[in-house]
């Protein structure tokens, strides 16, 4: 009896072994993928598939047989060099993904022998995170001790939280970046080269932690990991090192007996306006790598200190009159909590503590407890 044309292709299939029916199904992935990009190709450019049919069609007629031959021998040498070096290209598709397998590969020797190999992925004892890692703290923890326990310096730690003083409140939650550097939460006009330059660190070390695709673009709020960054020196030339909480944006600690200013105020500082007055941001942000910032008008300081929460190093002053103005991100605090100070008395020198993108003041305005636009009065 005469063997049927499929038992002879199965015969061939089992007589080239497991490496001939890898290629084979590799082959046959590949011209189905080539069908499926073909078919959307001409879908997509239709007239242009026709047109090239008609003139292809037309070249075959008055060659009179000659291009064919020569297209044969193109299509073929096309088809070698497909196989032989695109493999790779695609061969991530093939791949399965596991934790443990036990497959078999070629031999070291370099030799076509099959041998029997066993791959697994081994976890450490704490795992690596990529993710900032919110930290209680307990008591009679030290920052030093937290910095040790995760491999964080103290510094990191202190300038991630906005955080000036070393003592710690017991049920306090700490932010702890997941590698040695930093974390900064985008603001209004970021982007990965102003970041690379702020902190020192190359652009693509960031894109690369962070998994950011191209267009490589960030969004205001997002929490992005600067690793090694270069922590801004926080700097203190002042008497009493306050510290304020939180709630010192929503409080204010009126003087018994201010100095009472004119209500005529001064530009606390000399540079560019790059942000101003809304619901969101009730100030102004005035621009400029270096210079002194002063009191916009006579009164009495009630806060010179460090602000968690974002205003880094700033000084705070009641004018007496139901005016009191703030200044924000100084690298150099030049008055003290209580001091009187006259109008256009130098306070502080500019800079970018706290959360800041870059070296300005953060100059607020209120009256009887409300935001007004500082360009109002000035």
Do not use: C
């Not at 992935?29 to 080539?34: I, M, P």
């Not at 070291?108 to 690596?128: E, H």
């Not at 090694?228 to 008497?239: L, N």
């Amino acid at each position: 009896m005469r063997i049927p044309f499929i038992s002879r292709v199965f015969e061939f299939v089992d007589s080239l072994g497991s490496f001939g029916v890898s290629i084979l199904e590799y082959l046959s992935h590949r011209l189905d993928r080539g069908f499926k990009i073909l078919y959307l190709f001409m879908l997509k450019n239709f007239e242009l598939f026709v047109k090239v049919k008609f003139q292809t069609a037309a070249s075959f007629i008055w060659s009179g047989g000659k291009l064919e031959k020569r297209m044969r021998w193109v299509l073929v040498l096309i088809l070698g060099w497909f196989v032989l070096f695109a493999g790779g290209i695609f061969q991530s598709s093939l791949i399965e993904r596991s934790d443990s397998s036990d497959f078999q590969f070629l031999t070291s020797t370099g030799s076509i022998l099959l041998a029997q190999a066993s791959a697994s992925t081994q976890s450490g004892d704490k795992g690596l995170s990529d993710k900032p890692i919110d930290h209680v703290v307990k008591d009679g923890e030290t920052l030093e001790a937290i910095g040790k326990a995760y491999g964080i310096s103290v510094e990191s730690i202190k300038f991630a939280n906005n955080i000036a003083a070393t003592k710690l409140k017991v049920g306090e939650t700490l932010v702890i970046p997941p590698v040695e550097g930093t974390l900064h939460i985008v603001k209004k006009g970021d982007t990965i080269k102003s970041l690379s330059n702020k902190y020192n660190v190359a652009a693509q070390t960031i894109v690369d932690f962070n998994y950011i695709d191209a267009p490589y673009e960030l969004v205001v709020g997002q929490v992005v990991t600067i690793p090694d960054a270069k922590v801004p020196v926080t700097q203190r030339y002042y008497t009493q090192a306050d510290v304020y909480d939180t709630s010192s944006y929503g409080v204010i600690p009126y003087a018994d007996s201010p100095t009472k200013g004119s209500g005529a105020f001064l530009w606390p500082f000399s540079g560019i306006i790059t942000q101003g007055f809304n619901r969101y941001h009730p100030a102004i942000d005035i621009a400029a790598n270096t210079g002194n910032i002063v009191a916009a008008d006579k009164g009495t300081v009630i806060r010179a200190g460090w602000w968690q929460g974002g205003y880094g190093n700033a000084v705070q002053i009641d004018h007496g009159n139901g005016y009191v103005t703030t200044y924000a991100h100084m690298s150099v605090i030049a008055v003290s909590n209580g001091q009187d100070v006259s109008k256009g008395e130098k306070i502080g020198v500019v800079g970018s503590t706290g959360r800041s993108t870059g070296p300005h003041v953060h100059f607020t305005v209120q009256l009887d407890g409300k935001y007004v636009n500082p360009l109002s009065v000035l």
